[in-house]
């Protein structure tokens, strides 16, 4: 019983390299969310889709870009890796109806050196 | 634009204590609420929501909250706090005409003592 999950779990990376985190559900949910944690400010909404092929812009999209290919996967990248970026990241979806509330993963500790 | 205010960074309650976490929002309409809590190195577990309908909503793990237009508040309340209930918890608010934009409160840690 997966539900979403996240890769890798952690990551160290320098100042200026890329990577792409990866989130997988298996649940065949529409709706598919990346947000980032950090101390004493919640979550925040970095990009969302609504469907296969669908991206948009949440609250802080500023540095990270996003790709939904295919309906069980949607990838956050990061071109060019920045201090400010250090955050856990978190995945999440939903089947988007209605009322259904967001399924989490476990999270990728991002460190940016 | 809105907000979601959980006043308390951090409780601390003795086991077996009553358990009162507060939020606050702001919003023009009334929004869909949540609670979720977070325990180390995990994702959010939804603990309970509301939509519409009785203010007081049960959810899981003996959690409750009631909902209080008047007072836009969605406070989480249990009635005797269990050693394992030691977490982070985050109240959200969901936008009723875009569900999609979900807003987060900054959390608020339980610690348990003994």
């Known amino acids: 019983n997966a539900g979403v999950t996240q890769t890798p779990k952690f990551r160290v990376l320098k100042t200026g390299q890329s990577m792409t985190l990866l989130c997988a559900q298996d649940?065949?949910?529409?709706?598919m969310y990346w947000y980032r944690q950090d101390p004493g400010m919640g979550l925040r909404l970095i990009h969302y889709s609504v469907g296969e092929g669908t991206t948009a812009k949440g609250e802080v999209p500023d540095g990270y870009n996003v790709s939904r290919l295919k309906k069980q996967n949607f990838l956050l990248g990061l071109e060019s890796a920045a201090p400010s970026q250090t955050s856990v990241y978190f995945c999440?979806?939903?089947?988007?109806?209605?009322?259904?509330?967001?399924?989490f993963g476990d999270g990728t500790r991002l460190s940016i050196l | 634009a809105q907000s979601v205010t959980q006043p308390d960074i951090h409780i601390t309650v003795s086991e077996g204590a009553s358990l009162e976490l507060r939020c606050n929002y702001s919003?023009?309409?009334?929004?869909?609420l949540f609670w979720y809590v977070q325990s180390p190195g995990q994702g959010l577990q939804l603990l309970l929501k509301?939509?519409?309908?009785?203010?007081l909503v049960q959810g899981i793990k003996g959690f409750e909250a009631e909902f209080k237009r008047s007072q836009s508040s969605f406070n989480l309340r249990k009635p005797s706090v269990h050693w394992s209930d030691a977490a982070e918890y985050f109240c959200?608010?969901?936008?009723?005409?875009?569900?999609?934009?979900?807003?987060f409160g900054s959390g608020t840690k339980l610690n348990v003592k003994p």
């Open positions: 959200a608010v969901a936008q009723r005409d875009n569900f999609n934009k979900f807003y």
């Open positions: 999440a979806s939903s089947s988007g109806q209605g009322t259904q509330p967001q399924h």
């Open positions: 919003y023009g309409a009334t929004p869909y």
């Open positions: 509301y939509f519409s309908g009785d203010t």
């Open positions: 649940m065949n949910h529409e709706y």
